[in-house]
């Protein structure tokens, strides 16, 4: 029995001790890596995108959620071209900025698909979360598209929904 508790309280430290996880993550995403500088600004066309992301959503009641977990996707749908995004903000429920997933201009690859994940356990979005994106493209080139899928998983269950973005301007 000693030895049992023994191992019990050598685990329990040691993960106790280990970094508290990010809630929202971005892997295999470094934006670091992404940074570009913009071409001429006079060539290019600019536009925001608003994307609706649930943290949570209402069960039963107004007094029970469920957490979820949100992968947003921001995707180049051009063959030839690339893309790029100038910023990437996340406002919770009531329109107050959470955070700000980049500082500097990143781009798109042709056909890429860049994802951001708000992990299950963040709740700081609650049930009307949204991000605002700002993108800018060459003449003539398709914009980036918008998109999240949410799931939670319990037991046996699952629930997933997905949403578009919105082009603002």
Same mark, same amino acid.
């Given at each position: 029995?000693?030895?049992?508790?023994?191992?019990?309280?050598?685990?329990?430290?040691? @993960?106790?001790?280990?970094?508290?996880?990010?809630?929202?993550?971005?892997?295999?995403?470094? @934006?670091?890596? +992404?940074?570009?500088?913009?071409? =001429?600004?006079?060539?290019?066309?600019t536009?925001?995108?608003?994307?609706?992301?649930?943290?949570?959503?209402?069960?039963?009641?107004?007094?029970?959620?469920?957490?979820?977990? &949100?992968? %947003?996707?921001?995707?180049?749908?051009?063959?030839?071209? #690339?893309?790029?995004?100038?910023?990437?903000?996340?406002?919770? #429920?009531?329109?107050?900025?959470?955070?700000?997933?980049?500082?500097?201009?990143?781009?798109?690859?042709?056909m890429?698909?860049?994802?951001?994940?708000?992990?299950?356990?963040? +709740? =700081?979005?609650?049930?009307?979360?949204?991000?605002?994106?700002? @993108?800018?493209?060459?003449?003539?080139?398709?914009?980036?598209?918008?998109?999240? %899928?949410?799931?939670? #998983?319990?037991?046996?269950? !699952?629930?997933?929904f &997905?949403?578009? !973005?919105? +082009?603002?301007?």
């Open positions: 029995m000693k030895y049992i508790f023994s191992i019990s309280l050598i685990a329990f430290v040691f @993960w106790s001790c280990q970094d508290q996880k990010e809630y929202s993550s971005v892997d295999p995403v470094n @934006w670091g890596k +992404r940074t570009i500088r913009l071409p =001429e600004a006079d060539s290019l066309v536009g925001s995108t608003y994307l609706s992301v649930y943290s949570q959503i209402y069960s039963q009641t107004e007094h029970l959620t469920h957490d979820l977990t &949100a992968t %947003v996707s921001m995707r180049n749908m051009n063959r030839v071209d #690339t893309v790029y995004l100038t910023s990437a903000e996340y406002f919770d #429920t009531h329109g107050n900025l959470i955070r700000t997933y980049f500082k500097n201009v990143i781009f798109i690859a042709p890429e698909t860049i994802e951001i994940v708000i992990d299950e356990h963040d +709740r =700081e979005g609650g049930t009307g979360a949204n991000f605002l994106f700002d @993108w800018a493209t060459a003449a003539g080139v398709t914009e980036p598209h918008f998109e999240a %899928v949410m799931i939670s #998983t319990s037991g046996q269950q !699952g629930l997933s &997905a949403t578009t !973005g919105q +082009r603002l301007k």
